[in-house]
């Protein structure tokens, strides 16, 4: 069994893109986008929420924020989790077959991703206004990408520890784990035959995300004690590369790529403060403290660039992977912000 499977990460509907031209100017035939569903949608169309997920993840990933006892109620909403390309469900170099499979998959974009996923929205929901869209990460950067490109559809959104233009720092780190990646000859300019033929690499690619996925201080307190780790090597093997062992390089080599050209500015002639003077939802803008990828200040630079938003800053010294709600602090911290937003009233 693959790591991609729906016995590991449960069934996915398909939308069928047919002959999708990417933003690159090539045509990926055939291109699918995966998703998933939570509730039911009402009568009148209105009680839908958008939840893309993040880079290297699925719609399993945010699965883990939906309850009848959570802000996001199925008994209430209709929450679509929609998938990415390069995730390994919807087309990714893992699963298209040539001329663009493996090392041969285009380059694709956060745009890319939020026009299939707005087709999906609109064409086979036939939604016309979204309640929220929320995301985290990556799915930051589609939140930004669906509240500048679609004002009118979006009344709220949630971007949790992402930008809307990747920053140069991050875009450097970005790079530097795509190439931990390629650093392996096994790799064979991802063409190779097997994914666990790379694990050279993806064991590299796991160390660094070790160093800036976290933070100095969550080492200091030795806090993977507190989920079960019993020394520091044991948190490296059995935590991050445990993660990352079974998933396939080129799928995060292009979802990478995809996370470091994010940049909702394009859409302006890279004036940031004018597309983000687009966005007409009530925002949350909520950074998490230590992040080293998504920095707090790097968050809030932007959040004083769209009207009707507010800041706010999950603590925890999971830093960047807050979001995985390893302790009850950041599940409640994060359902707070959630909730707080699906109650602010927006005309």
């Not at 390309?85 to 298209?96: C, D, E, K, L, V």
């Not at 292009?254 to 925002?283: N, P, Y």
């Not at 603590?315 to 707070?336: G, K, N, V, Y």
Request: with cysteine.
């Amino acid at each position: 069994m693959g790591y991609y499977s729906e016995e590991l990460h449960g069934p996915h509907e398909t939308f069928e893109l047919g002959n999708f031209e990417l933003e690159s100017g090539i045509t990926l035939p055939d291109a699918k986008l995966t998703y998933k569903t939570h509730g039911t949608l009402n009568e009148a169309r209105d009680n839908a929420i958008l939840f893309p997920h993040m880079w290297s993840g699925t719609p399993k990933a945010m699965e883990i924020f939906i309850g009848e006892d959570r802000p996001l109620n199925p008994g209430k909403y209709f929450i679509v989790l929609p998938g990415q390309f390069a995730n390994g469900f919807s087309s990714s170099p893992s699963n298209t077959p040539p001329p663009f499979n493996g090392g041969a998959f285009p380059n694709v974009t956060i745009g890319d991703d939020v026009r299939a996923q707005h087709r999906l929205i609109s064409e086979h929901f036939g939604i016309e206004r979204l309640e929220l869209v929320l995301g985290w990460s990556m799915g930051a950067e589609q939140t930004y990408e669906w509240a500048v490109c679609h004002p009118g559809m979006v009344k709220r959104a949630l971007p949790f520890a992402g930008t809307a233009k990747t920053t140069p720092h991050d875009y450097l780190f970005v790079r530097a784990h795509e190439d931990a990646l390629k650093s392996d000859p096994a790799w064979a300019g991802g063409f190779y035959r097997d994914q666990a033929d790379v694990h050279v690499g993806l064991r590299r690619h796991a160390q660094l995300w070790s160093v800036m996925g976290l933070c100095q201080e969550f080492y200091k307190a030795e806090a993977w004690r507190g989920v079960g780790f019993t020394s520091l090597d044991d948190f490296v093997h059995r935590f991050w590369e445990a993660y990352f062992l079974p998933m396939d390089p080129n799928n995060l080599i292009w979802m990478g790529w995809k996370w470091r050209h994010g940049d909702v500015s394009r859409h302006t002639g890279g004036d940031l403060e004018a597309a983000l003077g687009r966005i007409s939802a009530k925002t949350f803008v909520v950074a998490f403290s230590h992040d080293m990828f998504f920095p707090p200040e790097d968050c809030e630079a932007e959040q004083g660039l769209i009207a009707n938003s507010e800041f706010r800053v999950v603590d925890s010294l999971w830093a960047h992977f807050a979001m995985f709600c390893l302790t009850p602090s950041e599940r409640e911290q994060i359902d707070s912000c959630i909730g707080d937003l699906l109650k602010a009233e927006v005309a």
